[in-house]
Every structure is written in C-alpha cells, then in structure tokens.
C-alpha cells in the first residue's frame, strides 16, 4: 500500500488537532457578517458534533458588527468583514496579531427565477440594465451596500438609483424581495444572490468588480481563546472550504 505523502500526512494531523474533542466544552459567543450566514450555518454543526462545543453565532452588517463591538458586550471571536477592522475601536475588541482570511466574494446581479437575465457585461450595460429597472433590492447599511452604492456613483447614476432602491435590513431578505417581486433585480455579493427563487444574471464586469474579504480574529478578552483559535483554524480545513466554495465564495 502506498503511504501518504508527508504533506498530507501533517495536513490529516492539522485537522485531526482542530477537531480533537476537549475535555471541558465551550460556548462560544460568535460575530459575523451577515453574508457569512450559509457557509457558517452549515459548517457550525459538523464543529460541535467533531470538538463538543457550541455555537451561538449572531450575523448583521458591518455597520452593527461594529457597534457590537465597541459596546463592550462579550463575544469569543468574529469572522467579520475587513471593514470592521478599520475602525479602530472596533479592531481594539480583538488580540493583537495577524488575522486570518475566511472566504472572499464579488458582487453581482440577480433577477426573479424564470426572468429575462439582462446584460451585465460591461460597465455600460450594467449602467442601462439598472436604469431601465424598476427596482433593485440591496442593503445599503452595509460593506456590501456601501461598495454597491460607489459603484452607482461611478456610473454616475447614484441619484437615480436612489428612487429605485427598496433597502433591505438582512441578506437573507434581498433573494426573498427579488423572488416576490417586490424588487426586479438584486444587487449584492454573489454568494447572497444564490438562492431559492431567483437567478444570477452575472457577476460586476472586471473594470467595477471588487472583492470582499471576510477574515476570523479572537476577541482579545475571551476567556475561551483555545476554543475560538480552534474554530477558525476549523474553517480553514479543506472540508470547510470545500463548503465555502459551495456556496459561492472562495477560501481564503
């Protein structure tokens, strides 16, 4: 029989030491963005059925990651967008140190399950298709929404927009208002727009495509450091990656 490789012998090490059940099981108290919602949700159990222990995971938008973090509330760890460590009250909640990048995602358009799919490709039919919609569905108070609304105003379209936008207050909400026809297209990062009752009509073209980077941190007075470094070093496993990768985002 052929023996493994030394590499994947030390990479089935890694994972069997993430995954190792501990003697005393945590809960740990974890903040994410809201996008992050289908690769956490699916990944959460596989974690706590491998190490015992649990999860309580609260997703919102980068705005209220970071009031969530400067109040003072407790929290182990967050996999959070890049955004929120900008603000340095915010990044101050979390060890010092390198962090470590979970997934990224670019944004793109979605319509109604069935729907004509308009043209995208470029920065001057993206600019026609928004106009001539009636409604988008975003969420403005967002990374995500905020990165969305520069691109309006690079097409120089922002006021128009405006009028057309139906704000959403959570991810899951953009597919549903694009499904129900309460907004004509969905615009937002493209692992969000991959859900029951709508369709990607096409990523951003290349000139206004961006990425965003969610990345994982242990908080800096978590009094369950062990037990955060482990989930995030979990979600950087090729099982974990092989989930984030199926549902839209790349690793890393």
């Given amino acids: 029989m052929k023996k493994p490789s030394r590499a994947a012998a030390l990479s089935l090490f890694a994972v069997t030491l993430v995954l190792s059940p501990v003697a005393e099981a945590a809960e740990l108290k974890v903040i994410a963005g809201g996008s992050m919602t289908g690769p956490l949700n699916a990944l959460a159990p596989e974690f706590e059925k491998a190490t015992g222990h649990k999860l309580s995971i609260h997703f919102d938008s980068t705005p209220n990651l970071i009031k969530q973090a400067t109040s003072g509330a407790p929290f182990d760890l967050g996999v959070v967008p890049v955004d929120v460590f900008k603000d340095a009250a915010a990044k101050a909640r979390f060890a010092a140190g390198p962090t470590a990048d979970i997934a990224r995602v670019g944004y793109g ?21 928004l106009l001539d919609a009636q409604s988008i569905a975003t969420i403005p108070a967002s990374a995500a929404g905020a990165y969305v609304t520069s691109v ?7 006021e128009a927009m405006k009028a057309k936008t139906k704000a959403q207050t959570a991810t899951t909400q953009i597919p549903v208002a694009v499904a129900s026809g309460e907004a004509e ?7 969000v727009l991959m859900a029951p009752g709508v369709e990607l009509a096409g990523s951003f073209p290349a000139e206004l495509q961006q990425e965003l980077v969610f990345t994982a941190a242990v908080a800096a007075d978590t009094k369950e450091a062990d037990a955060a470094k482990a989930f995030i070093g979990y979600l950087t496993t090729p099982a974990a990656t092989a989930v984030i990768k199926a549902k839209g985002m790349t690793p890393g």
């Fill in 109 to 129: 358009v979605a319509v109604r399950a069935g729907a004509a799919k308009p043209d995208v490709s470029t920065p001057a039919a993206l600019k026609k298709t």
């Fill in 185 to 191: 297209l969905g615009v937002f990062l493209v692992n």
């Fill in 152 to 158: 309006f105003e690079r097409l120089g379209i922002a």
